[in-house]
């Protein structure tokens, strides 16, 4: 199956983009990004997976405040055939600029918690290194993390008003 991927030469196997180079069916790709208010008194975490094989793509966005305050929003669909379509419900991450900039979108839902903003990238992103956890039965954990470090522009007192208590 061809995607969006296939006028580039960017190929690693003979397989198109849409297809993983592995049949391990636990196979998933994700993103992860987070940051602090400037006070360090909230925290946000939003991440997305794709797990090609099972035909799933989750999101979630949490936010935390000191002195035990949380807010969840966890949603999961159909993965798309696409694999740049990076949309579940009302949750949209838009990459505006590969490794540099993204949007957040987290629309008017059911948990009572909105957000629309950019993150930033302030320096050029960091590959770390691959990590190979080897067990007798084959391979247990293969990863490779990238890191970015950025600013956002995360609205806290609209999302103060929503909170819950842990």
Known sequence: MLNRFGDYPIRQT???????????????????????ADDAGQYFGLGMAV???????????????????????CASRRAPAE???????PFRLEIV??????????????SGVACDFMFSACMSAI????????TERGDALFMLMLNRHGRHALDWQAL????VRI
């Open 83 to 89: 694999r740049i379509e990076l949309s579940v419900g």
């Open 97 to 110: 600029e590969p490794l540099r900039q993204a949007r957040v979108i987290l629309d008017d839902n059911e």
């Open 14 to 36: 003979l397989e198109s983009f849409a297809r993983p180079a592995t049949s391990d069916p636990c196979f998933y790709d994700r993103m992860w990004f987070n940051g602090y």
């Open 51 to 73: 797990c090609p094989h099972r035909g799933i793509l989750d999101c979630h966005f949490s936010v935390t405040w000191a002195g035990g305050l949380l807010h969840c929003f």
């Open 127 to 134: 590959a770390a290194t691959t990590l190979v956890d080897r």
């Open 160 to 163: 103060d008003e929503v909170a």
